[in-house]
């Protein structure tokens, strides 16, 4: 067999085409064997499953590979059925962090997955793919992968069998032809150990941070800064100064590529970053002022100490409000502050009261909040008994009911969650007037308005299936001209509950 790649990932439509393991997978195979056609795909989880089984099987490909996120395993799953149910000689490859640890469990239960890749996919890949090309029959030489013979699921050996540190390829930048964004990484895995946390454990076994070569970064780097389509570039390590001098260096490696574009007549590339203000100090804090930063992400998760002692946590509460506030404050770039709820020993009013401190305290731009996903190969899930943790089999693997946390908060606070950041993106206006008028206590506010939504628009908003990922949908649904009555209606609505609510503010 001589089969044609596609790689494919999905991903929901608030991430972006996210394409950044795939482009590195892609450009480092064909470092090694430049002769493979290899085409990447990239969808999002609401465009309809049809679509994407007709354009992928259009394309004509044979070996089909699947990135396979928390947020999206259910349609990839439909995708892939579907797909070996219109050509049974597909061969779909999946890999990505859960199959690193529930691959077994996937091709035990889901029979169209022919392979799944564990931990790092590059050479995995490489090897996978020469041996379906060669018809070799035995797979059992390549190292870290699951397989199905004869109705039997192999797992092989598991190895470390690529080192970031002494990759030279260039990256593969055709691709990116028509996009405005690129995502970049500096390393992989992470020097914190937050127990919910799966993406500093996934190295095969090793819990270690690894790093590009100074050189291939500034290589790629350069190269990226010379595109002339390219307006963002996001970079997804966890937190790019993670390594204090690494990361000043190269921060001030991109301030220095963007004076020579403005120098050359060209508009500077904008950058998003995430950042681990525990790691900041006045030196870090000049470098990442002076980029062009279109996005900052925080993940602060919780404010609450037992919370954060359990989840191993690191937050300095002063020195996180002192370099948030001089990040942000009179700076354009979107702030996505995120918090997360139903950790270990977390309750509706820790939740509460971490979400205070983000609306209030820091006045944050934007707050996203999600409920406690316990994600494969993470601590907490490998130890879910210790910790009393009980969550779905399958994903999103949401936590349930826990000691400190009932099915009825955890509701709460995803309807809360849920409300707020739809009025914080479709109705600015109403936070505006919650600023305004009520200082240090907003949450009970956005509390009674979530409630007042949630009775008044049952019907348009499905109030028992909301998720986090679900504001999209409904965001985009209010932008058009057939919900505008719905639209006018809910901004009315929640006018005129703050009305009331400040009237007994005033008079209390
Ligand atoms: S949650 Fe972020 S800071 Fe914590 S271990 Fe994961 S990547 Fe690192």
Redesign the pocket.
């Known amino acids: 067999m001589n089969g044609n790649i596609s790689f494919n990932i999905i991903t929901p439509q608030y991430f972006g085409r996210v394409q950044l393991s795939l482009l590195v997978l892609k450009s480092y195979i064909h470092s090694k064997n430049p002769d493979l056609t290899m085409q990447l795909n990239s969808f999002y989880s609401e465009d309809d499953a049809d679509t994407i089984v007709e354009e992928i099987s259009r394309q004509g490909n044979t070996i089909l590979l699947f990135s396979l996120y928390v947020w999206t395993e259910e349609i990839v799953r439909t995708v892939c059925r579907r797909l070996k149910e219109l050509n049974n000689d597909y061969i779909i490859i999946i890999g990505g962090n859960i199959p690193t640890y529930q691959g077994a469990f996937l091709l035990e239960t889901y029979p169209f997955y022919d392979f799944a890749v564990i931990g790092e996919g590059e050479n995995t890949l490489y090897q996978l793919f020469d041996y379906i090309n060669q018809d070799k029959a035995d797979f059992s030489t390549i190292d870290n992968i699951i397989y199905r013979q004869n109705h039997e699921i192999i797992t092989t050996r598991r190895s470390d069998n690529y080192n970031i540190e002494e990759q030279d390829y260039p990256l593969l930048l055709d691709d990116f032809r028509d996009d405005e964004i690129i995502f970049y990484e500096t390393s992989r895995g ?5 127990r ?2 799966a ?2 454990m996934n190295f095969n076994g090793k819990n270690v941070v690894r790093y590009y070569s100074n050189q291939k970064v500034e290589n790629d780097l350069r190269r990226i800064f010379n595109l002339p389509y390219i307006k963002k570039l996001d970079f997804t390590d ?2 790019l100064i993670g390594n204090r001098n690494r990361g000043l260096w190269i921060l001030s490696l991109l301030n220095t590529l963007n004076s020579e574009r403005v120098a050359a007549g060209k508009n500077p590339i904008e950058i998003g970053i995430d950042v ?1 203000l525990e790691d900041f100090d006045d030196e870090i804090l000049y470098e990442v002022k002076r980029l062009h930063t279109f996005a900052y992400g925080f ?1 602060l998760q919780s404010i609450d100490r037992e919370v954060i002692r359990k989840a191993a ?1 690191v937050f300095n509460r002063d020195k996180f409000t002192k370099y948030f506030n001089a990040l942000t404050k009179k700076s354009k770039a979107a702030v996505n502050l995120e918090l997360m709820f139903g950790l270990p020993g977390d309750t509706l009013e820790k939740f509460l009261n971490s979400l205070e401190y983000s609306i209030s305290d820091l006045d944050a731009h934007f707050v996203v909040c999600f409920r406690f996903a316990v994600l494969p190969g993470s601590t907490f899930w490998k130890d879910k008994e210790k910790y009393g943790i009980t969550c779905e089999e399958l994903s999103p693997y949401y936590t349930l009911a826990s000691a400190t946390f009932s099915e009825e908060d955890l509701q709460t606070a995803e309807l809360l969650s849920f409300y707020l950041q739809l009025i914080y993106t479709c109705f600015r206006g109403i936070k505006r007037i919650v600023d305004r008028n009520f200082h240090g206590e907003k949450v009970p506010v956005y509390l009674k308005l979530s409630a007042l939504l949630q009775e008044n628009y049952d019907d348009f908003f499905h109030n028992d299936r909301l998720r986090q990922g679900d504001v999209y949908k409904f965001v985009i649904k209010l932008a058009t001209q057939e919900y505008s009555d719905i639209k006018r209606s809910i901004q009315m609505d929640l006018r005129n509950e703050l009305k009331q609510l400040i009237e007994n503010y005033s008079t209390s």
């Open positions: 992470c020097k914190y150990r937050c919910y946390c993406y500093n966890s937190t681990s993940g946590r």
